[in-house]
């Protein structure tokens, strides 16, 4: 394998890597310009990623696994905004409670459902998302750099992938050229304004959260029957935190966070190309060092190297009409 | 015109009531403005202004009353129906987004449909018509936090206009001000009232009141006590009004008799935290029984003045003597124990810890005093007694040291401050802004605690951005500009002459 078939490989796995990383920081766009902290990324996603796997294993429909998974993480989404927003309570601590609420209940669930450790019952192929080979993505193969860049990372990549990518500019749209878009900015920053302009601040807060959880209901459906084929115990593995990160990086902007996404996804998929390899001059490292990566690069970037990171300025804040 | 609608007032309430449990915060309070007015209503803090008209702007709902706009009697449910009443309302903490243009804030909440790109056109063409119209230039495209506080200010007018106020609440709209940009005010308003809106303008200073309105209405305590055509009362007899009884707005002192210098500052210079020189090469004395006024206006260095001979700020040269003792770079716990007291400027940044019982606060930096404690622990039953003396002596109201000092007025709060540094007797009292957001009798009572500081033999240094404050109660004033004190008059200089100064024009 030459040099350029080891990068479109690392490319095509970045791609797919990035994809849950993508949906989930969309949704914390939304919930977090709206001045809702979403520390509970991480359960929704968990939580998708199991309602989808199960309808998919008993009904065998991708789709509608597809919509078990964002109905959960809606459901998800409006408790948080139950605890959050009706009664004003502290949004971190409602978004880790969801985190251990979704650790807990997808194992104990799933062991009394499916009796395989945590494990769901493998999922059909009819019942996952399937590559979708793009049209002529055979025929440019052999055309040099673009023929294999085409076919074999823009190609092949299922439904839910065009779909983040598409929500990209889908969300840029929303929150900059609707109204709904400029007063949820608005209601991130100073709700005041927002609630003297006479437009209700907890029914705008309560529609971002649902967005939100609907962005993250398809990154959980992502992990379990695209990637996969099964919910695992805790698939998703701390994305939702390293989505967070993601989303600070970006600073709560659709296309930095689509770039920073896709940074993550392309550390994430060298740590597992160099799995075993050995580096010049360095013989071979462990791969922990790489698998770190992504975390070491989570803490640099959050400890200020990216310049002051100005998040929403009620974020985090519970609305109270003033005197 | 039409006839039948230009003789009805503006606004009519009638027998508005309103409490918040035992707080009875607007009594039976009736009131007529009329159409094409400017009307003042004058109270001290807390005396139901904002509250009332809250109610106006359905931020909360009266228990008893109505409320009639041209006549006609309606239900103010919430914002929305405020607005739908022609009612628009300036707050006085500016409800803008701001990183948001000055146009995305005028349209928030009147888009003109789902998507922006039809309304942004409109609300251009408006904004340009109400530019025409009144004289309020501000840029559709300007970032609000890049503007100054007065364009901010135009932009909350216009974003009332844009929704068609006819009728035109200003909270407290000066207190943010330059006395220019309060000029520029006045003039938009009264632009805005000849071109048949009516305004209300909610304020504390009698001053304004004088300079803008037609009528005026005064409030004490939660009750309508008096309204006035302005043209025929005077500011003697709005301020007995809204305090109940005389006042001196002038402050009485006698001659000073300065004795040896107990306050010396040489040639100090302090920088701020991004290391820009703030305090340049000043040097100053305050002698025993004088009050030395420095005057500017803010951010020429003052605040860093204050802060570096309260030994919260380090110097970055220069020397402070504190009866002959040099003392630059000693620290705040220290100077106090050698007879320094600080009355900070923002008492809720540096004064007070709000969340704090007002006995915590009214030992706050004498907490390690052997008369309040042994070690490591704090005699409660001492410090609460030497806190009810110091509110019977202050007249702090209410009379309670268990109460949360957020829940006090701004006046009452300046007062735990004022008597907590004051009644330690310091031969030296170093103030900022000692009457900011106090209301006209609280001001009386502590200029008077600063007479008698002085006439007891203290050095006093006083720092105010108010210059009749500077000018009433200082002995000699410094003016301070661009960091530097460029001139010294005497207690009698005249607002002119200071305020040239204070403009870096004459020295």
């Not at chain 2, 009443?85 to 243009?101: D, K, S, Y």
């Not at chain 2, 320094?340 to 007070?352: S, W």
């Not at chain 2, 009810?388 to 709060?413: C, H, M, V």
């Amino acid at each position: 394998m030459d040099y350029f078939d080891i990068l479109i490989s690392i490319l095509g796995s970045a791609i797919r890597l990035s994809v849950p990383l993508l949906f989930t920081a969309l949704a914390g766009l939304f919930s977090e310009r709206a001045g809702i902290f979403d520390i509970g990324l991480e359960g929704k996603m968990l939580a998708s990623a199991f309602a989808s796997a199960c309808v998919a294993y008993w009904t065998g429909n991708a789709w509608l696994g597809l919509l078990a998974g964002i109905g959960i993480s809606i459901v998800f989404s409006l408790v948080h905004g139950f605890a959050s927003i009706t009664n004003r309570g502290n949004q971190i601590v409602s978004g880790v409670a969801l985190n251990f609420v979704a650790a807990g209940l997808t194992i104990v669930l799933g062991q009394a459902w499916f009796n395989q450790g945590g494990r769901t019952g493998q999922v059909p192929a009819e019942g996952r998302f399937s590559s979708i080979v793009l049209p002529g993505a055979d025929a440019v193969r052999d055309v040099p750099i673009i023929g294999p860049l085409y076919a074999n990372v823009i190609s092949g990549n299922n439904i839910l992938t065009y779909i983040a990518f598409l929500m990209v500019p889908v969300s840029w749209w929303v929150l900059y050229r609707t109204r709904f878009g400029l007063r949820l900015r608005a209601v991130g920053e100073n709700p005041g304004a927002v609630d003297t302009a006479g437009i209700s601040v907890s029914w705008l807060r309560y529609r971002a959260l649902i967005v939100a959880g609907f962005l993250c209901g398809f990154s959980g459906t992502y992990l379990a029957i695209a990637q996969s084929a099964a919910f695992i115990n805790n698939m998703s593995a701390g994305k939702g935190y390293i989505a967070l990160a993601a989303l600070i990086f970006a600073k709560w902007k659709p296309v930095p966070v689509m770039l920073a996404c896709l940074l993550f996804g392309f550390l994430d998929a060298f740590a597992n190309f160099m799995q075993g390899k050995s580096v010049p001059l360095l013989g071979e490292v462990p791969v922990q060092i790489f698998q770190a990566l992504p975390y070491i690069l989570t803490c640099v970037l959050l400890a200020g190297f990216i310049g002051i990171a100005r998040p929403p300025k009620a974020g985090g804040v519970p609305y109270t009409k003033e005197r | 015109m039409s006839l039948d609608s230009s003789n009805e007032p503006a606004i009519e309430l009638v027998g508005i009531d309103k409490r918040f449990g035992a707080v009875h915060a607007n009594k039976n309070i009736n009131l007529t403005v009329a159409k094409g007015s400017i009307h003042g209503i004058i109270g001290e803090n807390g005396a139901g202004k904002s509250t009332l008209m809250s109610i106006l702007y359905g931020f909360y709902h009266a228990d008893q009353g109505e409320i009639r706009i041209s006549g006609k009697p309606i239900t103010i449910r919430d914002s929305q129906a405020a607005i739908a009443a022609g009612i628009g309302m300036v707050h006085q903490h500016f409800m803008l987004v701001e990183n948001f243009t000055v146009l995305e804030n005028v349209m928030l909440g009147a888009e003109g449909g789902q998507l922006l790109r039809k309304g942004v056109a409109s609300a251009r063409r408006e904004l340009k018509r109400l530019e025409d119209d009144y004289g309020l230039e501000v840029d559709p495209d300007a970032v609000i936090e890049e503007l100054p506080v007065g364009s901010q200010q135009r932009v909350e007018i216009l974003k009332a206009l844009y929704r068609g106020a006819e009728i035109l609440i200003l909270d407290e709209p000066t207190g943010v001000l330059t006395p220019a940009e309060a000029d520029h005010l006045f003039k938009v308003l009264r632009v805005l009232r000849d071109q048949g809106k009516t305004i209300i303008l909610i304020t504390h200073k009698l001053r304004e009141i004088m300079a803008i309105t037609d009528t005026v209405s005064v409030m004490r305590r939660g009750e309508m006590v008096a309204t006035r055509k302005t043209a025929e009362t005077t500011v003697e007899e709005l301020a007995e009004l809204m305090v109940g009884r005389r006042v001196l707005l002038r402050v009485e002192k006698g001659e000073a008799k300065p004795g040896k210098v107990l306050l010396s500052v040489r040639n100090l210079t302090v920088k701020d935290s991004r290391g820009v020189t703030m305090v340049d090469d000043v040097s100053l004395e305050v002698r025993a029984g004088e009050i030395v006024g420095i005057a500017g206006v803010a951010g020429n260095g003052q605040s860093e003045l204050l802060e570096a001979i309260a030994g919260i700020r380090k110097p970055a040269s220069g020397e402070i003597f504190l009866d002959g003792k040099p003392v630059a770079g000693v620290g705040p716990a220290e100077l106090r124990s050698l007879g320094l007291a600080h009355i900070p400027e923002d008492r809720h940044h540096m004064g007070l810890v709000l969340k704090f019982e007002e006995y915590e606060n009214s030992i706050l930096g004498y907490h390690r005093d052997q008369r309040y404690g042994r070690g490591a622990l704090l005699d409660l039953d001492a410090i609460r007694k030497d806190a009810e003396e110091k509110i019977a002596k202050y007249d702090i109201r209410p009379p309670n040291p268990r109460l949360r000092t957020a829940n006090f007025s701004g006046g009452n709060q300046q007062k735990i401050v004022v008597a907590r540094e004051i009644e330690r007797d310091p031969n030296v009292l170093i103030i900022g802004q000692p009457t900011r957001g106090v209301d006209i009798g609280a001001i009386e009572f502590i200029h008077k605690r600063i007479i008698e500081m002085r006439d007891a033999g203290k050095a006093v240094l006083l720092v105010s951005v108010e210059l009749d404050e500077i000018r009433s109660l200082s002995d000699r004033i410094l003016v301070m500009f661009a960091g530097k004190v460029v001139g010294e008059k005497s207690g009698e200089a005249g607002e002119q002459t200071l305020g040239l100064m204070m403009a870096g024009i004459a020295a």
